[in-house]
Structure formats: C-alpha cells, structure tokens
T-cell receptor, first 115, second 112 residues
Framework: SAVISQKPSRDICQRGTSLTIQCQVDSQVTMMFWYRQQPGQSLTLIATANQGSEATYESGFVIDKFPISRPNLTFSTLTVSNMSPEDSSIYLC????????????FGEGSRLTVL | AQSVSQHNHHVILSEAASLELGCNYSYGGTVNLFWYVQYPGQHLQLLLKYFSGDPLVKGIKGFEAEFIKSKFSFNLRKPSVQWSDTAEYFCAVRTNAGKSTFGDGTTLTVKP
C-alpha cells in the first residue's frame, strides 16, 4: 500500500489567483495521477505525472491551466492557475500500487472553493 | 475511449437488506475492474478488484462482484448491508494504457 499526503486539505481562493497543491507519497512510485472530482460528479483524470518527463494531459485539460511538477519519485505538485468558480472542486492525487495489480491509492484530496 | 456507467445514483436500504449496484463499461480490449469506496470523511479506498480467473471476486467487508464479460458488467453485491456500509461507491475500469476511468458513483445510505 501507499500513504499519500496532500496539502492543503482545503482552501478558499479568489478568482484569478493560482494555487499549488502538493502530493507526497511514502514510497517511490513511477506513475502519479491527478484527478478532479467536481461536486456531485465522478473522478475525472486531469493528467499523468511521470518523473523526469512532461506530464500527459487528458482531453480538456492543458498545461497552462494545470501545470504539474514531478521532481522525484515521491512528490508532485498540481497548480490550478487563474482560477474561476468553475474550478471549485476536490483535487485528488493518486498512485498505482504496482503495474501488476493496477489498483489506485488516493490522498484525502484538496477541496478548493473559488469565490 | 473507455467509459463506465453506474445505474444507481442513490440507493437507500434498511439494515440487513441485500445490495446490488450495477456497473457497465465500454471498452473492446482487456480491462481490469475495480470497485472503490469512500466512507464519509475518508479517502477513496479499494473494495475489490478483478484481473483474471474466477469472475466472482470477493473483497473486504463481505462485498463481492461478478464480472460478466458478455455483458460488460461488474456488479457489486452484498447479501446483508450494515449501517457502516453507508458510503459512496465507484466502479472503475483500467485499460492496458494504465489509465483508470471511473463511473459517476453511487451513494448508498443504510438506515439503522
């Protein structure tokens, strides 16, 4: 298993500002994923972050809006840039336990409210 | 692209009732199937998974799920629910590309 810590756990932000979410894992992992869970909706994959390479973004998500860093095998950040109320959501960091089992471990999420 | 459909958005049961949550997916290739659960105030965690072999898989807390390939389904069941099963349940599909796609989730409320 993997233990994932995210910071901040929640924040209230003003429109037009940016916020960086940190994700720390207690073990080295190859693949890290960033998901968004909007109110009343399911998890939507934003991007896959691999150490040493650019993040791979899903359709509808772009690097300018959601820049991601992955400086090492235990840490990643997601920035939500130029926020609008539509960005109010829970942002989740997750990792795969191993490629053979494929299950995901999640952090507790970062709940962002944009006013 | 793969997609996952959960039929029930909100289910309300009394304790000891039986539970079945429907999940269908669309993807033509090999998939791994998962059910995740999120208890109130907690993070998402794995309930059970299917990779290969016996299509009936058992998970934690008495849950089980059956993979029916011909129906592209992976329904979750529990013969007798408890109040502590109140949570949100997500079905997910993982393809060879390594990405997981989630259903919209089902909120289960168990009345004591």
């Amino acid at each position: 298993s993997a233990v994932i810590s995210q910071k901040p756990s929640r924040d209230i932000c003003q429109r037009g500002t940016s916020l960086t979410i940190q994700c720390q894992v207690d073990s080295q992992v190859t693949m890290m994923f960033w998901y968004r869970q909007q109110p009343g909706q399911s998890l939507t994959l934003i991007a896959t972050a691999n150490q040493g390479s650019e993040a791979t973004y899903e359709s509808g998500f772009v690097i300018d809006k959601f820049p991601i860093s992955r400086p090492n095998l235990t840490f990643s950040t997601l920035t939500v840039s130029n926020m609008s109320p539509e960005d109010s959501s829970i942002y989740l960091c997750s990792v795969v336990s191993s490629l053979n089992t494929g299950e995901l471990f999640f952090g507790e999420g970062s709940r962002l409210t944009v006013l | 692209a793969q997609s996952v459909s959960q039929h029930n958005h909100h289910v309300i049961l009394s304790e000891a009732a039986s539970l079945e949550l429907g999940c269908n997916y669309s993807y033509g290739g090999t998939v791994n199937l998962f059910w995740y659960v999120q208890y109130p105030g907690q993070h998402l965690q794995l309930l059970l998974k299917y990779f290969s072999g016996d299509p009936l898989v058992k998970g934690i807390k008495g849950f089980e799920a059956e993979f029916i390939k011909s129906k592209f389904s992976f329904n979750l069941r529990k013969p007798s629910v408890q109040w502590s099963d109140t949570a949100e349940y997500f079905c997910a599909v993982r393809t060879n590309a390594g990405k997981s796609t989630f259903g919209d989730g089902t909120t289960l409320t168990v009345k004591p």
